[in-house]
């Protein structure tokens, strides 16, 4: 079995920062694609951020500049550090990994894991 789980959502002022982490546990094998989404109230789960393995990013136009994506492959685990915060990063923020777990001697294939996510709130 594979988890996620998030912290550092939390209240921010308009201008404010806030950073996320996500660890990754459990019979992990290798962690590929590692990201986060986000979903507003009424609104459909978006694409913040991704990381490869090999630490190419990619970003969501209304946070380039200002959200940054990394990992710790050592940790397990993906950060995301979001500056400048608008009223409108107010949302449910889920991280995302796509891992190879071992599956008894070997590795399986790879799934599409998510976090219980954690609520970010900008206050204007």
């Known amino acids: 079995q594979v988890q996620l789980v998030e912290s550092g959502g939390g209240l921010a002022q308009l201008g404010g920062s806030l950073r996320l982490s996500c660890v990754a546990s459990?019979?992990?094998?290798?962690?590929?694609?590692m990201g986060w989404y986000r979903q507003a109230p009424g609104k459909e789960r978006e694409l913040v951020a991704t990381i490869t393995s090999g630490n190419i990013t990619n970003y969501v136009d209304s946070v380039k500049g200002r959200f940054t994506i990394s990992r710790d492959n050592a940790k397990n685990t993906v950060l995301l550090q979001m500056n400048s915060l608008k009223p409108e990063d107010t949302a449910v923020y889920y991280c995302n990994s796509d891992i190879t777990s071992w599956q008894g001697l070997w590795p399986g294939g790879s799934h599409d894991y998510w976090g219980q996510g954690t609520q970010v709130t900008v206050s204007s």
């Open positions: 459990g019979t992990i094998f290798s962690i590929n694609t």
